[in-house]
């Protein structure tokens, strides 16, 4: 049955963030170079050398001080990210280099595994008010984990708007038993991601118009 732990990885990764589509535009990392192409935060990148590695993008209308007060308030998450059940920081005050939290998302019964929970323990390695956020950790359920996502999002306003960019990479012998099916997973996630962003930053610019 361990050849086919991937698959159940994969279900798990995208219930962390949800499989809906999204209009976001998205762009695949490109393999030559993985280092030029990737996103930064404070001179850091993705894991260079991850074989699992997606990203993305989309442009939000609303004002910076908005989408990064919710992107950042991890403890809200549950409240906008239709996937995420609970989320707690690990210490207190703002959010800012050596912040940890952890959150957790439902794992459907699937044909390879009962329903569970998968727990993600996240560390922000870097912090730039209103520029950009790195953070990684590992994801861990019964059966099955990711031994270290990194994750990279920029901010930048741009006509009045705000461009947001993320990049995430995985690595970890289960989920890299199967890299397309991984990464479809991670895709899918993380264009949900930002859909619920988007829509939440302009529903509140909306009503604050009013």
Not at 61 to 83: F, S
Not at 149 to 161: C, I, K, L, P, Y
Not at 165 to 189: C, I, K, N
């Amino acid at each position: 049955m361990r050849h086919r732990v991937i698959a159940v990885a994969a279900v798990v990764a995208a219930g962390l963030l949800g499989v809906a589509g999204a209009p976001a535009r998205a762009e695949a990392a490109r393999d030559d170079g993985p280092d030029r192409a990737a996103l930064r935060c404070a001179g850091k990148t993705v894991d260079s050398a991850a074989k699992i590695r997606y990203r993305t993008e989309t442009v939000i209308a609303a004002p910076l001080r908005t989408v990064w007060r919710i992107q950042t308030d991890v403890e809200r998450w549950p409240v906008w990210q239709t996937a995420v059940l609970s989320s707690k920081r690990l210490d207190r005050g703002p959010l800012r280099p050596g912040s940890s939290f952890r959150w957790t998302t439902p794992v459907p019964e699937t044909p390879l595994s009962p329903a569970t929970t998968l727990i993600v323990t996240s560390t922000v390695r870097q912090l730039e008010n209103q520029r950009c956020l790195r953070w990684n950790g590992p994801a861990i359920g019964a059966g099955l984990s990711i031994d270290e996502g990194d994750h990279v999002w920029t901010f930048t306003e741009v006509d009045g708007r705000v461009l947001v960019r993320t990049e995430e990479t995985w690595r970890g012998g289960q989920v890299e038993q199967d890299v397309a099916y991984s990464t479809t997973a991670l895709r899918a996630g993380l264009e949900t991601w930002l859909t619920e962003l988007k829509t939440l930053a302009e529903q509140e610019c909306e009503r604050a118009r009013r």
